[in-house]
């Protein structure tokens, strides 16, 4: 059995524009549907300019003095706006912001682990609120908390700026960041990828590097064990003496 929804006792939205006959003013500055001026003339007359072409007199300045009255075919002005809000609306770039929470006496490991989150958030085109949150006589030393944000803010400088320098408050000290022009354009992630495929071209080189060292250093070590024992003894030399055959 399906839920009802619940009723909805808000008014529905009225369409203010002033058009045609709602035009209460007894002249207006009339442009026609060409975008050009034709001037200030009655609003009867302008209504029934408008009349005369199938199109709509619609008031576009009503703050003005006289208003200021267009010419056009309002269903397909009104197409055109809601058209332009959404394509507006699908270009707005969603902004999220993520918070990271250090101390001021954090150990290495963690202070490793922490950035790589703030990192990760940047990448993502995230902004990240950085806290240093003090606890008892730590708040005494709030240069504690200065260094950390800077240091932090050093090592992430090219995925992102500081947008809000470190500022306390009460027992918290806060620094937003966000992501650099690089990281907006793509150009952070692209520069990571090639360095990598770079550093793993180097490592394949240096590898075969050094396994034909090895071969070379094997080879130059002397013959083999069986060379050594097909080879007759130089001219003048005294043969070893053969094993006695029990």
Do not use: W
């Not at 770039?93 to 929470?101: A, D, G, L, N, Y």
């Not at 940047?122 to 003090?134: A, G, N, Q, S």
């Not at 090219?158 to 022009?181: D, F, W």
């Not at 060292?213 to 003048?236: H, I, K, L, M, Q």
């Amino acid at each position: 059995m399906s839920v009802p929804r619940r009723f909805d006792r808000r008014p529905p939205e009225r369409d203010t524009t002033r058009i045609n006959d709602r035009i209460r003013v007894s002249e207006v500055r009339l442009i026609n549907d060409e975008g050009n001026q034709v001037g200030v003339m009655k609003t009867a007359d302008a209504l029934r300019f408008a009349q005369e072409r199938e199109l709509d007199l619609v008031e576009v300045a009503p703050e003005a003095r006289p208003p200021v009255a267009r010419v056009l075919d309002y269903s397909k002005y009104k197409y055109e706006q809601a058209q332009k809000q959404k394509q507006a609306r699908k270009h707005q770039q969603q902004v999220t912001v993520r918070e990271i929470k250090f101390r001021p006496k954090i150990a290495q490991h963690d202070y490793d682990t922490k950035k790589q989150h703030v990192e990760r958030f940047l990448r993502h085109k995230d902004k990240v609120k950085v806290t240093i949150m003090f606890r008892g006589r730590e708040v005494t030393h709030p240069e504690r908390g200065t260094a950390i944000l800077d240091r932090l803010a050093e090592e992430l400088a090219e995925l992102g700026v500081v947008e809000q320098r470190p500022t306390q408050e009460g027992r918290n000290m806060t620094m937003m960041m966000a992501p650099s022009k690089a990281v907006l354009a793509g150009r952070a992630d692209a520069a990571a990828s090639s360095g990598e495929a770079a550093n793993g071209a180097r490592g394949g080189v240096s590898g075969q590097v050094a396994v034909d060292g090895a071969d070379s250093d094997g080879a130059a070590a002397g013959p083999s064990p069986e060379a050594v024992a097909g080879t007759p003894p130089p001219a003048g030399a005294t043969p070893p003496a053969s094993s006695p055959v029990a």
